[in-house]
């Protein structure tokens, strides 16, 4: 079934070309299923600026971080290890939006219970979902993904794992199912990032491939 629209975003959202050094355009508004979706289709994307998720900021990082599709060649050792896991799409949504949001050793903690709320909602009007690695032995969930999916646009939020490579391997089944014309976001293109196959594009070279991809077909994985 298509993904439900929901009530459209009656906040004026920030222009995305006008992001400080650090990336934030925007603090304020909601995060609302039509907040959200609209934020996406104009190229932001939500994060807390408080530790405690009082305050919404809305993020255009210049670069921005993006891993090409067409042409994705995910390394040997994820090629190996993809044996080793059953890939399911959006058998357990609520179950990898929790593991992402448990506190890093880093002490990164971003997801907060109103965004596990909000992307929830997402998940049930079916524009959320999650790509999700399970061990066959002992039918556990140890790796996932999940994010927004707009046409042939994914924005990537979060991922996590508990048994090596599984995060890997959801990328990978996740970049199988997507369109290769399509734009697979994920905001910064951090050292990790960049070691799966991220790269760096200027931010508006993203937002004017933007407009485009949102109007390509959604892939049947998330249809």
Not at 12 to 33: K, T
Not at 46 to 73: C, K, N, Q, Y
Not at 199 to 222: D, H, K
């Amino acid at each position: 079934m298509p993904p439900i629209e929901p009530p459209p975003c009656v906040w004026a959202l920030p222009d995305p070309s006008a992001a400080d050094a650090d990336g934030v355009c925007g603090v304020g508004a909601d995060l609302e299923p039509g907040t959200l979706l609209a934020a996406y289709r104009r190229g932001l994307f939500p994060m807390h600026l408080d530790r405690r998720g009082r305050t919404i900021g809305w993020w255009s990082p210049d670069p921005r971080g993006v891993l090409p599709i067409e042409g994705f060649a995910p390394s040997r050792s994820v090629r190996r290890a993809r044996s080793r896991f059953d890939v399911r799409v959006d058998t357990a949504f609520g179950e990898v939006i929790a593991a992402c949001a448990r506190p890093r050793p880093t002490g990164g903690h971003w997801i907060h219970p109103a965004v596990i709320r909000a992307y929830t909602e997402l998940h049930r009007l079916r524009w959320a979902h999650s790509v999700e690695t399970w061990d066959p032995d002992t039918g556990r969930l140890v790796g996932g993904l999940y994010g927004v999916a707009i046409g042939g646009l994914f924005a990537g939020e979060s991922m996590f794992h508990v048994a090596t490579d599984a995060s890997k391997v959801a990328l990978a089944a996740l970049v199988e199912r997507l369109d290769p014309g399509g734009l697979l976001d994920v905001q910064w293109a951090t050292p990790h990032l960049r070691s799966l196959g991220a790269v760096a594009l200027p931010a508006q070279l993203y937002l004017s491939l933007l407009p485009e991809t949102l109007t390509r077909p959604l892939p049947p994985a998330f249809a």
